[in-house]
């Protein structure tokens, strides 16, 4: 039999397992063709079926308005740092940002070559343990940016800030897209790299509302711009065929089992059952982001000290619990638990955690 972990890196990630078996079965002989999927043309109608299957299931599992695009591009969300600011900038006006840790700092820093950015809050003066509760926008700006989901503190937004009339929210949900139910409407651009909750890497999802693609100047390099993907269905030049393919059969998993209110739940419960484990240990395990800012998707943790945490990590290990090592920037332990972590693999977790603190205390 082959040997599976219960596999908690922060990304690339676990995926559903019918979507891997689904991708196996199919791998030398793609739907009859004599061909692997990633060895056909993306010009082909096999592929297409696929492209617009893909689409399809990102639109209604979350409920995306017609008025929305959805864009499958490359280069990762952060090539989005600069294509945002790109493809958003209105004549002088600036940017303003939110500064939840290190992603949302990269963010800042690319935006920098396309324009004035102004940090509006920041949640640095506590290692990023929060999401800070008043941000306010100004009126007179091309756009406001979130980093919806923290993946290295563990912290993610469970509101939305408010932005002036017209002005554009956009949000990096690459570690927290599709983990709960949303309203698309209070965006104007969401992205997300693939590689945490929703497939493989190499594949970045783009949800851009229509009127948004005309900002940008035409007369910039076609790759560079959001539009000439749009206009070509994703598909002006070679698309990620592998990686959309995989994005396709683990949301049809997804939706298999209740789309995405039925995986809100379960993310809950998950949560819930690693959050309880650590407020419960008299403060063995210390979390680190403040509970109303705790992230559905990674956990993170300290221990007493570094030297049960590297031991912790290690025994984890052996039980054939993977990729719990905390981020630098934050030291301890980290467990993401993505869509695709079974809630068993979780349980697995909280009773070798507990364990542990028994033995170690
Ligand atoms: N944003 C967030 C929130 C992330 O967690 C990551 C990757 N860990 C990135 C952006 C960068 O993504 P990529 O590696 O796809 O460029």
């Not at 592998?242 to 298999?256: E, N, Q, R, T, V």
Request: hydrophobic share 35%.
């Amino acid at each position: 039999m082959t040997k599976r972990v219960c596999n908690f890196y922060a990304g690339p990630a676990t995926l559903p397992l019918p979507a891997l078996k689904k991708a196996k079965e199919e791998l030398l002989d793609f739907n009859g063709t004599g061909m692997s999927i990633m060895e056909i043309s993306h010009r082909s109608k096999e592929y297409d079926a696929i492209h617009q299957e893909s689409k399809d299931l990102v639109r209604k599992l979350m409920n995306i308005p017609d008025e929305y695009k959805i864009l499958w591009l490359q280069g990762g969300a952060s090539t989005q740092f600069w294509m945002v600011p790109l493809n958003l900038r209105q004549d002088d006006k600036p940017f303003e940002y939110v500064n939840t840790g290190v992603w949302s700092k990269k963010a800042i820093k690319e935006a920098g070559f396309y324009g004035k950015v102004n940090v509006v809050a920041s949640s640095e003066d506590d290692n990023f343990s929060y999401i800070p509760k008043k941000i306010e926008f100004s009126k007179n700006i091309s756009f406001a940016h979130i980093t919806g989901n923290n993946t290295i503190y563990g912290t993610e937004y469970h509101d939305w800030p408010n932005t002036y009339g017209d002005v554009p929210l956009v949000c990096d949900m690459s570690s927290n897209i599709m983990d709960k139910k949303i309203d698309v409407k209070r965006f104007g651009v969401i992205y997300a790299g693939a590689q945490k909750n929703i497939g493989p890497a190499g594949v970045t999802l783009l949800i851009v509302r229509e009127d948004l693609l005309n900002r940008v100047n035409e007369e910039i390099p076609a790759m560079q711009k959001w539009i000439t993907h749009a206009k070509k269905d994703s598909l002006f030049n070679t698309a990620p065929t592998w990686a959309i393919y995989m994005c396709k059969l683990s949301l049809d998993y997804l939706k298999s089992i209740g789309g995405i209110s039925a995986i809100e739940k379960i993310n809950k419960d998950k949560a819930k059952l690693l959050y309880d484990m650590i407020d419960n240990s008299n403060g063995f395990y210390k979390g680190h982001a403040k509970p109303d800012s705790r992230s559905l998707m990674n956990v993170t943790f300290n221990l007493p000290n570094e030297e049960l945490e590297q031991k912790c990590v290690k025994e984890a290990l052996d039980e054939g619990l993977v990729g719990l090592k905390g981020h630098r920037s934050v030291g301890g332990m980290r467990a993401s638990i993505y869509n695709a972590m079974s809630i068993d693999g979780v349980k697995k977790l909280v009773d070798f955690l507990k364990q542990f603190q028994e033995k170690n205390q």
